[in-house]
Antibody, heavy 122, light 107 residues
Framework: QVQLVQSGPEVKKPGESVKVSCQAS????????FSWVRQVPGQGLEWLGG????????NVAQSFQGRLTITADQSTSTFYMELTSLRSDDSAIYFC???????????????WGQGTQVTVSS | DIQMTQSPSALSASVGDRVTITCRAS??????LAWYQQKPGERPKLLMY???RLSNGVPSRFSGSESGTEFTLTISSLQPDDFATYYC?????????FGQGTKVEIK
């Protein structure tokens, strides 16, 4: 059974950076696409970016290019996102999610982490 | 990026009603579309994928269809457990995008 366990809540000041982790268990880590999706309170889901650890090249949504870094550590089956230059409107729940079909980007998100609350406030 | 326009943004319905939610893609996405259900305080749950394939354990009252770049999620007979927010998501190109969501509320 695939499980994704995310790191705990974060409180940051504007201008700071935050790094969120997502540890995967069950299944092969490196061959599946992992994504970060965020949800601002009361709003919809927003895909931030993702990567297949085997290939090592992340894809980042245009809105976050230059601010979002996505990495993966195959030795610990952990997926990371780091968002810099935080603003108050970055306050949201950040979910990691894993795709269903390996080694392709044409696949949907079957497994989701529990979410990590990031609060940006002065 | 491919834009996904979902409608309506919210609807009120009664138990037993037939409910239809639509998602329109800004370009061809080759049936690479998923639907998710999300309840307050919970993570999203996969309902359907490849436009019309039901995910494991999802009741058969849910169905999906497509016509060109327009995709439809139908709940044939709304049940109390179905009151939630529904999102479409395209995975045609690796800049995935979600629709804005449709909140299904109790009338």
């Amino acid at each position: 059974q695939v499980q994704l366990v995310q790191s705990g809540p974060e409180v940051k000041k504007p201008g700071e950076s935050v790094k969120v982790s997502c540890q995967a268990s069950g299944g092969t880590f490196k061959t599946f696409s992992f994504s970060w999706v965020r949800q601002v309170p009361g709003q919809g889901l927003e895909w931030l970016g993702g990567m297949i650890p085997l290939f090592g090249t992340p894809n980042v949504a245009q809105s976050f290019q230059g601010r979002l870094t996505i990495t993966a550590d195959q030795s610990t089956s952990t997926f990371y996102m780091e968002l810099t230059s935080l603003r108050s409107d970055d306050s949201a729940i950040y979910f990691c999610a894993r795709a269903s079909v390996p080694t392709t980007v044409n696949t949907f998100l079957r497994f989701w982490g529990q979410g990590t609350q990031v609060t940006v406030s002065s | 990026d491919i834009q996904m326009t979902q409608s309506p943004s919210a609807l009120s319905a009664s138990v037993g009603d037939r409910v239809t939610i639509t998602c329109r893609a800004s370009q061809n996405i080759n049936s690479w579309l998923a639907w998710y259900q999300q309840k307050p305080g919970e993570r999203p749950k996969l309902l359907m994928y490849d436009a019309s394939r039901l995910s494991n354990g999802v009741p058969s009252r849910f169905s999906g269809s497509e016509s060109g770049t327009e995709f439809t999620l139908t709940i044939s007979s709304l049940q109390p457990d179905d009151f939630a927010t529904y999102y479409c998501q395209q995975y045609n190109s690796y800049l995935w995008t979600f629709g804005q969501g449709t909140k299904v509320e109790i009338k």
